[in-house]
């Protein structure tokens, strides 16, 4: 009796729901993903540069102040020893501090890179899925 009932059935029709759950190509968006994980490499390039060229500046600030303060010690020794009152050692309008970098940029490109490959592992995850899948249902 149910082999009868099952032939008068109407066929399973596919919805197009079920036609793109099949689609075996995820190119464009993989395309999509990389070229955008590209940029945001690109930009945490040069922010890293940002952050080598503060690095830079301080050391060369901290270098130039060392020396500075050297010759202002051999200096006041000097003045000490023709009896006058030395000069100060700190001079604020000398060397003023470098600024301090943002590392918010870098922090969002990061959060952005991160999203990006989240996106293309489930992508990719679920593609190989469907593979493995059609390649059973072929045996």
């Not at 029709?13 to 793109?20: K, L, N, T």
């Not at 040069?46 to 200096?75: F, P, S």
């Not at 700190?90 to 870098?106: M, N, R």
Request: net charge negative.
């Amino acid at each position: 009796m149910s082999a009868l009932t099952c032939e008068l059935e109407a066929p399973f029709a596919a919805s197009a729901g079920d036609i793109d759950r099949l689609n075996l190509s995820v190119a464009p968006f993989l395309e999509r993903n990389i070229d955008a994980l590209l940029e945001c490499v690109d930009d945490i390039v040069a922010e890293q540069q940002k952050v080598t060229t503060y690095h830079k500046t301080v050391a060369r600030q901290a270098q130039a102040m060392a020396t500075w303060l050297q010759r202002r010690r051999q200096e006041n020794q000097a003045r000490r020893a023709a009896g006058e009152e030395p000069l100060p050692e700190e001079d604020p309008v000398q060397f003023k501090p470098v600024p301090e970098l943002s590392l918010l940029d870098h922090y969002l490109v990061t959060n952005q890179l991160t999203t990006y490959c989240d996106q293309l592992n489930i992508a990719s995850t679920q593609a190989l899925q469907k593979l493995y899948v059609f390649e059973a249902l072929q045996k």
